[in-house]
Structure formats: C-alpha cells, structure tokens
C-alpha cells in the first residue's frame, strides 16, 4: 500500500496555475489531477486541452487525468499527446469490459498507464475483469462533475473489496479516491487501504496547503 497524494487542479486558482503546480511540487505531491469534464458525461466542461499540454511538462509530477467524457475511446489517446502520464476513464462510458480493454491497450501502446473509475452507484463487480490489466482503479467518493461535495462513505466498503482481491491476486494496480476528501475522510480511505488520494478544495486557496499535504498521509 502506497500513501500517495493527487492534489486537483480544479480548485486551482486557475489565474496562477503554473505557481499552484509549482505549491503542490514543493509539498511533496507525488501526483497532480487533472478533471476533464465534456459537458456531456457530466454537465460542466473544466480544463481546455491546452492547458494541460502547456503545464504537463512543467513539472516532475504524474499527470494524471481524469476524464470524465462520454467518449474515452477518442479521448483517452489524445490526451496523452498532450502529456498525461495516466489517463483515467469511466467503465460507465463504454458499452462493455471489452471495449474498455480496448482502450487500455491503446493507452499502453502509447507507454501511458491506463485507469479505469466508477462512480458512487457502480459496484466493484463492474471493473473487477480489469484489475489485472489497469494501472489503476479510481473509487469516485461524490458524483463526479464538481468539486467541494460531501464524501460519499459507500466509497470505503469498495476500496476494502477492491483491497482484497488486488491483494489476493498480486495484481500490479493502485488504488485512488476522489471526492471530499479532508484529514478525515483520508485517514478512512487509508485505512481500507487506498493508495492515493485525490483532494481539491481541502489543499488549494489555503494558506497551510503543504501542513495539509503531511496530514494526508
Ligand atoms: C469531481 C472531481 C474531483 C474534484 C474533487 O468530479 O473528479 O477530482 O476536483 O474535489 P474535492 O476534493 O473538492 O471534493
Ligand atoms: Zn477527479
């Protein structure tokens, strides 16, 4: 088990980006979110693909994008050429477990790690044919779309069930939480053995961001 931390751009100060990333380096984060939002998967839209072309390499950070977009399949390759590092999708996105397979060999063949997310009403049983072969599993603690919402705690029953079967199988795959996360809400998904967690609006706009940082661990 890894206590990795993933601070989310989305409640970034986006008027100074460059110096929130440089904020988050500097605490120690060994990860850096990035939320796409289509409009479609979910209501609102976030960052511009240009941003994240324009900061990805700004940095010693994973990029780890989060897209939360209706079509992965022509989005998760683009955003590697725009410098993410691992690209997360949603298994409610494609159509079946071989489509997502799909995606994630053309994400591999690219030499970018590949995740796939739920969201709070998807059970575990709808990612578990892919534990062996993702890089990464995300437990979405709040409907995906925006940040700032209440943790969802049904989040710990599926990290504890993913734990276990990763555990069991030695499968190569981390595990991440997004959503609501606090010094609280963090120490819970610890302890169900999470991996890495994901806060926006706990780390960004506070003046202790890297005090923060530390309590996340
Ligand atoms: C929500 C996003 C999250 C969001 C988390 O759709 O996926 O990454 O930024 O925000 P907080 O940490 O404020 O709940
Ligand atoms: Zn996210």
Redesign the pocket.
Known sequence: MKNYVSP?L??ADKARLGEEIKLAEKAGAEYI?W?IMDGKFVPNVSFETKTVKEFAKTHKMVNDV?I?VADPEVEAPFFVTCGADLVTFHIEAVKSVKEAEKIIDKLHSLNCKAGISIKPNTGVDAVVPLLGKVDLVLVMS?E??????KFMPNALDKIRELRKIIDKNRFNCLIEV????NDETGKLCREAGVDIL?????LFGHDDFLERVKLLR
């Open positions: 989310s989305l409640a979110h939320d989060h939360m709040v995906p779309g925006k940040g700032g919402q997004d959503g609501g996360i994901v806060a926006g609006s706990y």
